[in-house]
Each structure stands twice: as C-alpha cells, then as structure tokens.
T-cell receptor, first 111, second 118 residues
Framework: KNQVEQSPQSLIILEGKNCTLQ??????????LRWYKQDTGRGPVSLTI?????NTKSNGRYTATLDADTKQSSLHITASQLSDSASYIC??????????FGPGTRLSVLP | EAGVTQFPSHSVIEKGQTVTLRCDPI?????LYWYRRVMGKEIKFLLH????????ESGMPNNRFLAERTGGTYSTLKVQPAELEDSGVYFC????????????????FGPGTRLLVL
C-alpha cells in the first residue's frame, strides 16, 4: 500500500534554532518527492521537488534531502523565523499515478 | 499573475443538499487537480484533469461527486446529495506540466473551500 509517514507529528522550537523534519514512504515506483508548507487557512505552497537522481535540494533556508534506497527524506530548516510556523507536508508521487500526502508536521516557532 | 482561486471560501449546508465548488486555475495551466482533507486526516487526491479530459479520477469517493471542466478552463465539483462525511476542506491545484516523466512541475494550490455538512 502506498503510504507516507512523517515525524514528528508536532514540534516547538525557539526562533533562530534549526530543526529537521522526517518523511518515510513506501510509494512505488517512485517518481518524485515534494515538500510543501501550509499556513493555517491557506493552501499548500511548494518548497522543493526532488526526483530519484537528486539527493539534496535547497530553497533559501529550507534544505531537503532524499535517500531513495531507504525511502526517506528530510527537510532541514535553518535559523528558524516566526513565519516558519506552519504545517510541513511531504508528498510522494508514483510514476504514472497521482500524489500520496503525508499527515504533516506541525511546526511552531516561538520568540 | 493571479493564483488559483476557489469559490466559495466556506459553505455550510444540510445533509441531502447539493453544493457546487468552483476552481479557477492559473491561466494557461492544462493540469487541474482536486484534493480534499477531511477532519484530522491527510490531504487526499480526488481527480486530475488535463485540459477538459479526466486523466485520473481514481480518488473520487463515490458517484455523489461529479467534476467537470468544460472548455478546459475553470472546473466545478458538485456534491449531490451531500452527506456528513463530506465535510472538510476541498483544495484545487493547477500545474503547467504533468507530474511525472522527469518534469519537475510545481503545483499551485488554491486557498481551499471549507465545506461543513450538518
């Protein structure tokens, strides 16, 4: 069964600190993996998209990694800001199929 | 450039009534997707249009849901008759390219329609 799991479920950090969110998936055959940021009451916004051959991709203070062998991905946020408070969703697509969403990690950045 | 827009932003209806949600994708985007998140669950795929054709409707929960995209521009998602379990947030997204085959296309999401069935 195609599935995406994320950990932790929620995370609280202080402004300026770094954090890493995890994503494990069983989607096959793998096509690409995306990380989205979703603010409360808004639609998800794309942060990164990685294909099988890519193992790291950055977007400003966000760096995503992908290990296609172990089927794991991480999203590292550097020097967190209050505006980083949101849900972060890992989404995996299988080739020829549509998207499987993870449950998200709820990040709260406190001053 | 205008983003993906959805209408209405909120809808409260009674069980058994009909509701129609509308999505206007980014101009020029051939691909349009519907998703929904029910309370406490992850976002789930409903269907995918390429222009006016349904590419994949494997996520549609049952025949009470009808999606259309006449003319390949905006799309509507009708729920008739609505049931309590249909409550949730319905998202629409659009993209220029297909999601696989090596293309790293970005999907742009709308703000969602919050549906509450009483």
């Amino acid at each position: 069964k195609n599935q995406v799991e994320q950990s932790p479920q929620s995370l609280i950090i202080l402004e300026g600190k770094n954090c890493t969110l995890q994503c494990n998936y069983t989607v096959s055959p793998f096509s690409n993996l995306r990380w989205y940021k979703q603010d409360t009451g808004r639609g998800p916004v794309s942060l990164t998209i990685m294909t099988f051959s890519e193992n790291t991709k950055s977007n400003g203070r966000y760096t995503a990694t992908l290990d296609a062998d172990t089927k794991q991905s991480s999203l590292h946020i550097t020097a967190s800001q209050l505006s980083d408070s949101a849900s972060y969703i890992c989404v995996v697509s299988a080739r020829g199929q549509n998207f499987v969403f993870g449950p998200g990690t709820r990040l709260s950045v406190l001053p | 450039e205008a983003g993906v827009t959805q209408f209405p932003s909120h809808s409260v209806i009674e069980k058994g009534q009909t509701v129609t949600l509308r999505c206007d994708p980014i101009s020029g985007h051939d691909n349009l997707y519907w998703y929904r998140r029910v309370m406490g669950k992850e976002i789930k795929f409903l269907l995918h249009f390429v222009k006016e054709s349904k590419q994949d409707e494997s996520g549609m929960p049952n025949n009470r849901f009808l999606a259309e995209r006449t003319g390949g521009t905006y799309s509507t998602l009708k729920v008739q008759p609505a049931e309590l379990e249909d409550s949730g947030v319905y998202f629409c997204a659009s993209s220029q390219d297909l999601p696989w085959g090596g293309a790293q296309e970005t999907q742009y999401f709308g703000p969602g329609t919050r549906l509450l069935v009483l």
